[in-house]
């Protein structure tokens, strides 16, 4: 069972997709701006996020950049979730740093599909490191802290 949070300005679609979600055995919440999302995210993280990618206020594309720039929310998965049909506009999202693009109205099997498939590339993974101790690691600068020599007299 996941953690899911949709944020889309249309509440009967973030409804329907929550449902969609709950049916499918995920735990699921949903909100109606980039704001309201961004606020959650501090409250408790999920294990994904769907983002509509066009709404008023901070856009999913502005969210997007903004969790990706974050020390805590440059790893959480992202689905774009949009009515956009424009090839360009999936680009966009990809390139922003989103995982995969739902386009609306969506299939619901698919959209549980895409869902379990962005989880099980992330389920590997180690939970969630913040971003100055990733980069530490990875670059080989930070030292394992080993527990201190015990003496024996």
Request: aromatic residues 6%; hydrophobic residues 40%.
């Amino acid at each position: 069972m996941a953690h899911i949070l949709i944020a889309d300005d249309d509440e009967l679609i973030a409804e329907l997709a929550s449902q969609t979600l709950i049916d499918a055995g995920h735990a699921c919440g949903w909100v109606t701006s980039g704001e309201a999302a961004w606020h959650l995210l501090g409250k408790r993280r999920p294990d994904i996020l769907l983002l509509d990618q066009d709404m008023p206020g901070m856009s999913g594309v502005t969210m997007l950049r903004k969790m990706r720039g974050s020390p805590e929310y440059y790893d959480l998965p992202v689905i774009m979730f949009t009515a956009m049909s424009g090839a360009q506009d999936e680009s966009q999202a990809i390139y922003a740093g989103a995982q995969d693009y739902v386009r609306k109205p969506y299939d619901p099997t698919g959209l549980i599909n895409r869902v379990q498939r962005v989880l099980s590339r992330h389920r590997d993974r180690p939970r969630h490191t913040d971003l100055q101790t990733y980069l530490a690691r990875s670059s080989g600068m930070e030292r394992e802290t080993l527990p201190p020599a015990r003496r024996f007299i």
